[in-house]
């Protein structure tokens, strides 16, 4: 597990910032939403407020010795003699304008199985390139904000946050969400985000407490899927997906916008 601490200095009472869970790309897939993509890299670009976490799977990385190659289910671009390559570059070329609002990057399955299998280090590779900060498959990281009041003093919040690309399969909406309970039930955060499922959606919560003051007090949490830009169908085309009959999925970012001021979130969805 890595640890990422981020200190963030904001001027405004009013001001709100939005947290970009961005994962389960799928560039170089033949059916990857290139176009939803670009949707949202256009809104974190002029987006003042932007925090970015990248959530793994950015790219297909599935080579021709892989089992679930097929040459029609590949992008037109992919360098067929060196997918992992092409495809990283690719990545890189459309994610570079927005690499100051990234925090981190989360790696997925796909990116660990083209290391392991084939000593192709394309998520390190990634981060190393776009100067962010690597955070492995699984990550606790803590946002601390501060705004200065004048005479007054400073107000401080801080956000914790437990971000995993994602683990099992389960087809049920009930599966997927229980998988999320287990993040917050063993991690101490507000927000606990994975991927891998393709899945997108965000609940908020409350948990109540004793605190220090002995104060009965309301704590938010909230969990969620990170969403994905690979369509499960597409005219003509075939993958893995719809071999397997997975579920369809929209396509898209979830984004949490988040207010130090009153601590509250809410995901846009």
């Not at 939403?33 to 990248?54: G, K, S």
């Not at 000593?119 to 390139?129: G, I, K």
């Not at 801080?158 to 994602?166: Q, R």
């Not at 369809?248 to 969805?269: E, H, I, K, W």
């Amino acid at each position: 597990m890595e640890i990422a601490i981020r200190h963030i200095q904001y001027k405004s009472k009013t001001q709100k910032y939005h947290l970009y869970f961005l994962g389960d790309v799928h560039l170089g897939s033949a059916v990857c939403d290139e176009d939803e993509l670009a949707r949202w890299i256009y809104r974190i670009y002029y987006d003042h407020d932007a925090l970015v976490f990248l959530m793994g799977d950015l790219c297909e990385y599935i080579t021709v010795k892989d089992w679930r190659w097929r040459e029609n289910n590949v992008a037109e671009w992919v360098n067929r003699e060196d997918v992992g390559h092409s495809e990283i570059e690719y990545a890189k070329q459309k994610l570079a304008p927005i690499a100051p609002k990234i925090v981190g990057a989360i790696q997925g399955n796909h990116e660990l199985k083209l290391e392991t299998e084939f000593d192709q280090a394309v998520h390190s590779r990634l981060c190393n390139d776009l100067g962010i900060r690597n955070l492995g498959y699984m990550a606790l990281v803590r946002l601390h904000f501060k705004h200065d009041v004048g005479k007054t003093g400073s107000h401080f919040a801080k956000l914790d946050l437990i971000l995993h690309h994602g683990w099992g399969g389960g087809r049920t909406d009930g599966a997927d969400i229980n998988k999320l309970d287990d993040l917050l039930r063993d991690y101490d955060c507000d927000i606990a985000i994975a991927g891998h499922t393709h899945k997108y959606w965000a609940p908020k919560s409350v948990q109540y407490k004793l605190n220090h003051q002995d104060v009965f007090e309301p704590r938010l949490r909230l969990k969620g899927r990170s969403g994905t830009f690979l369509k499960t169908v597409g005219i003509g085309k075939q993958n893995y997906a719809e071999l397997q009959a997975m579920r369809p999925q929209l396509t898209g970012c979830l984004m949490v916008s988040y207010d130090p001021m009153t601590r509250d979130f809410v995901a846009n969805v």
